[in-house]
């Protein structure tokens, strides 16, 4: 494989699935740390924050070898499967500034 690209996955939860969210968290975590059969590779990644402080969406950012992997890891994403994102967007991203 080539050197691996970088990749934002953004997805933003449909009003009022707080409960759907809750109950998949295990698995969703699951996936992202074990995604058997997948050559993506979880970097960083957690809830996104409402002005409250309560999660209403997820950001990954992944290296993969395209962005049809990423995309391909994603439809599998448990969350995604039960339809808790409202949007979902994938971004390619120059990972520069490293501490």
Known sequence: MSEPLHFMVLGTDAPGLEGLRQALR????A???EHPGH????VHGGPTLDEHGEMDG???VVDAA???AVERFVAEDPYVRAGLFAAVEIRAWGWTLRT
């Open 58 to 60: 997820t950001l990954l």
């Open 26 to 29: 295990p698995q969703h975590r």
């Open 39 to 42: 050559d993506v590779a979880v």
């Open 31 to 33: 996936w992202l740390r």
């Open 66 to 68: 395209s962005r049809d």
